[in-house]
């Protein structure tokens, strides 16, 4: 795990992370083992919640860009399936 710096050990074991730790470098398994695994300080919690909020976004980002593409894929086949390659290679150059 990327962690630039851990602050504290308590007599539980427990890691309590601080906003010096990165979670920039970090993968997802890695990021989702951090949240398991540690307690936060505040700063550590704020910037926990903002990583969240930007994988989140790039998620339903990229889930939508996935739909739009095979919509589109379907709905150019299904306008040009009728034309013949050479018809369609014509069209692109218009």
Do not use: P, W
């Amino acid at each position: 795990m990327h962690v630039k710096k851990i602050k504290k050990i308590t007599k539980k074991g427990e890691y309590i992370m601080t906003s010096e730790s990165t979670f920039v470098e970090m993968n997802q398994e890695e990021y989702i083992d951090c949240y398991r695994n540690y307690r936060f300080d505040k700063e550590g919690m704020e910037e926990l919640a903002k990583k969240s909020v930007q994988m989140l976004e790039n998620y339903s980002m990229q889930r939508e860009l996935e739909e739009l593409e095979e919509e589109n894929y379907y709905a150019l086949s299904e306008r040009y399936k009728n034309y013949s390659m050479f018809e369609l290679i014509k069209k692109l150059f218009e």
